[in-house]
């Protein structure tokens, strides 16, 4: 043989190795995944939470102290600020007594920490408007108390793309634009939530855990939408997104898509496809395989049926033989999978049921047919739906093996 032809050969068997490979992880991770797949319930979407709601949520959290009287929350959000903005760096060490506060002033939230420092919150949660010169009242307010070079700023919208209004400054924008930060829901309440809140609470901490881990989960979960009229509107909680999103990764992963050109996605897509008629063909002979393995330790008394794409067994009754077994082959041709109880052929002739057999369950089953030579009964079941044509065949297993039980 060419040995270009051997390598051709040895690389699609590579190939197509590698693809089942795959799918037996895919299948062992999607059942993992199904069986982890909580009740889909989270309080706050059920109580359908407005910004003040979560701006209370996060005044909250923020105002936690441990048993030694430390703020411990607070301490890791500057901690995350100052990985953000250079700024927030110089009051690391300076949280000592904070005062924090919810709508006060009608500010959302309102950090003071003695003559330390100063920092206002400005939730946008549902990407609300802002008001007028909103910013800078907040920032007079603030400066009544504290000297303006320790006044710092938050805008807290749902994602990247909503930023404060010109209007919204005055004309103190420049004034504080290294003191301002923009943080997002999405990409940084969250993380810090998951990567710095969670890690620092105590188990003993019950009710604070499952606080931060349902506020995480809504708003991992809880995706914002434009309707018709550019409003922003809610989906509806859906925690099987978040074992869609695990599934996605481990695909990505295993096909090593992160960060390569639309090009190369676009090959190895193709790569698939030619060998998805080859790799259809792997799966069904090796579920076949299985289920003739399965039956042959279940039933070893009983003749197997053991064809390419076929399982089942042959099981006798008094002068008959009637099988049971299941194929997606006939005469020769693939079609779609099918479960067939019949009674075995003998010379060619038919058999049809002893009499004292014939007002058991077993007659329901071999009912008379228009056929030459058999009495059968059959059932077709789509591709998609293997398990259900293995247990139809299992279940009439169990059935016959039942009947000749009792007619000992």
Not at 180 to 202: A, C, E, S
């Amino acid at each position: 043989m060419n040995s270009t032809v051997i390598q051709e050969d040895s690389q699609k068997l590579g190939n197509i190795n590698e693809l089942l490979s795959l799918i037996s992880e895919f299948g062992d991770k999607y059942r993992k995944e199904k069986e982890a797949l909580q009740y889909p319930i989270n309080l706050i979407d059920l109580l359908h939470a407005d910004e003040n709601a979560h701006s209370r949520i996060l005044a909250k959290l923020l105002q936690y102290r441990t048993k030694e009287g430390s703020p411990e929350i607070l301490k890791s959000f500057i901690c995350f600020l100052s990985e953000k903005a250079e700024a927030f760096r110089n009051i690391i060490n300076k949280v000592e007594d904070p005062e924090i506060t919810h709508g006060r002033g009608y500010i959302d939230i309102w950090i003071k920490d003695k003559k330390n420092y100063a920092i206002i919150i400005e939730n946008k949660i549902h990407s609300a408007k802002d008001q007028d010169c909103q910013l800078e009242n907040y920032i007079k307010k603030t400066r009544t108390e504290f000297l303006e070079e320790k006044i710092f700023i938050i805008y807290l919208p749902p994602t990247e793309d909503k930023n404060p209004e010109k209007q919204s400054w005055g004309r103190l924008e420049k004034k504080y634009k290294d003191r301002y930060l923009k943080l997002t829901f999405k990409d940084d309440i969250l993380i810090w939530l998951n990567d710095k809140v969670l890690p620092i609470i105590k188990k003993d901490e019950k009710l604070l855990l499952s606080t931060v881990e349902q506020y995480a989960d809504y708003l991992q979960y809880v995706e914002l939408k434009k309707n018709a009229r550019n409003n922003i509107q809610r989906k509806i909680y859906n925690p099987i997104k978040k074992m869609n999103n695990k599934l996605d990764s481990f695909i990505i992963e295993k096909l090593e898509l992160e960060g390569v050109t639309p090009q190369e996605v676009a090959q190895r897509i193709t790569i698939i496809n030619e060998r998805l008629p080859e790799l259809k063909n792997c799966a069904e002979e090796t579920i076949f395989l299985q289920w003739q393995k399965n039956l042959k330790e279940k039933y070893p008394e009983y003749e197997l049926i053991e064809g390419k794409k076929e399982a089942g067994l042959i099981i006798p009754v008094e002068d008959m033989k009637i099988r049971v077994f299941i194929s997606n082959q006939h005469n020769n041709k693939e079609k779609e999978l099918y479960c067939q109880v019949d009674t075995h052929r003998c010379n060619n002739r038919r058999k049809n049921l002893p009499e004292k057999l014939s007002k058991t369950k077993l007659s329901e089953l071999l009912t008379e047919q228009d056929t030459d030579d058999k009495t059968l009964i059959w059932e077709l079941f789509e591709y998609s739906k293997y398990e259900n044509v293995y247990n139809s065949a299992y279940e009439t297993i169990l059935d016959i093996i039942s009947i000749l039980i009792k007619m000992k």
